[in-house]
C-alpha cells in the first residue's frame, strides 16, 4: 500500500516502515515522483519517493534563489530524513536527483548506499563539455519558460523510441514551475554544488551506476573515466535500448538491478 502525506511543504509517497532500511527515490530536473511509479508498487523494500520543491504537488515559491538549487534541495531532503526518523537507507538519484543524493551523502551519515541513474558527477571545475552530450535541447532544462511543442521535444529526448512516455513526461515538466529550471543553472554558475567527482572517488559508501546506451543528454563515456573505488560489482549497468529514464523505460530491468544492490548493501 501506498502511502501519501505533506510536510515541510513536499509531496511524499511511502511504502511500509520506512524508518529503516528504506529505498529513498529522488527525481529529476522538471519531473516528479510519478517517475518512480513501478519502483513503488514492486519493490519488495520500504520505498519513499517526493516531489521537489516546486516540482509536481510539492509547495512553490516566491523567495527561492536558495531553495530551487542543490543545497536547497538536499536540505529539503535531510528535512524530510529527521521528520521520519529514518536511518540504515539507500539514496537512489535519477539525474539531478543523483547529485542531490551525492551531495547529500555526506552529510547524512545514516546513508549506506548510492544508487544514481542519469547523473554525470560533477566536479570542480565543472567539465559541462564533457558530462553532457552535444545536444541543443538540453538549453530547455535550464529555462524559465517552456512552450508545449519543447516540452515535448525533451520528453522524447528522455526515452528512446516511445511517444506515450514523453507524452506524460511532457506533462510533468509542463506542470513544474519554471523557476526551478532557471534558478537551478543559475545556481551552478554561482558555484552552488559540491565536488561530486571527488566524493565518488574517496567514499567508502557503494555506488550503483545504471545509464542507458540509448542515452542522448549524459555522456556514459565520462562516468566511465572517473575513478570510483567503490563501484558495485565495479561495473556500470547498461540498459539495451533504454534512454535517460531506465527505472520507466526498462522497469523489469531496473528493478531487478536495484533488489540486488539493496540486497547486497543491507545484507
Known amino acids: 500500500m501506498i502511502s501519501n502525506c ?27 515522483s510519478k517517475t518512480f511509479q513501478s519502483q513503488m508498487e514492486n519493490l519488495p523494500f520500504p ?35 529527521a521528520e521520519f526518523g529514518m536511518s540504515d537507507f539507500i539514496l537512489a538519484g535519477h539525474s539531478l536527483g543523483g ?3 551525492l551531495e547529500a551523502a555526506e552529510e547524512l551519515n545514516q546513508t549506506k548506499g548510492l544508487f544514481i541513474f542519469g547523473t554525470p558527477p560533477i566536479g570542480i571545475p565543472p567539465e559541462m563539455d564533457k558530462m553532457f552530450l552535444p545536444n541543443p535541447n538540453i538549453a530547455h532544462l535550464f529555462s524559465k519558460d517552456i512552450s508545449e511543442s519543447d516540452a515535448m521535444t525533451v520528453g522524447m529526448e528522455f526515452v528512446f523510441n516511445n511517444q506515450t512516455l514523453a507524452a506524460d513526461l511532457k506533462a510533468m515538466i509542463l506542470n513544474t514551475d519554471g523557476n526551478t529550471r532557471l534558478n537551478l543553472g543559475a545556481s551552478i554558475g554561482k558555484g552552488q554544488f559540491k565536488n561530486e567527482k571527488e566524493f565518488v572517488s574517496k567514499t567508502n559508501l557503494p555506488i550503483g551506476i545504471v545509464q542507458g546506451n540509448k542515452e542522448t543528454l549524459v555522456n556514459l563515456e565520462y562516468i566511465k573515466e572517473l575513478s570510483i573505488p567503490n563501484l558495485w560489482n565495479n561495473k556500470i549497468n547498461i540498459l539495451e535500448n533504454v534512454g535517460h529514464i531506465p527505472q520507466m523505460e526498462n522497469a523489469e530491468k531496473f528493478n531487478s538491478i536495484i533488489i540486488d544492490f539493496c540486497n547486497s548493501v543491507f545484507s
Open 6 to 32: 505533506h510536510v515541510h511543504g513536499l509531496n511524499v509517497y511511502y511504502t511500509g516502515d520506512i524508518k529503516k532500511r528504506a529505498l529513498v527515490f529522488i527525481h529529476g530536473n522538471s519531473l516528479n
Open 47 to 81: 520505498v519513499m519517493a517526493f516531489d521537489l520543491p516546486g516540482h509536481g504537488l510539492s509547495d512553490r515559491y516566491t523567495d527561492f534563489e536558495n531553495i530551487y538549487c542543490l543545497p536547497g534541495y538536499v536540505s529539503a531532503l535531510k528535512n524530510l530524513v
Open 99 to 101: 547529485h542531490i543524493a
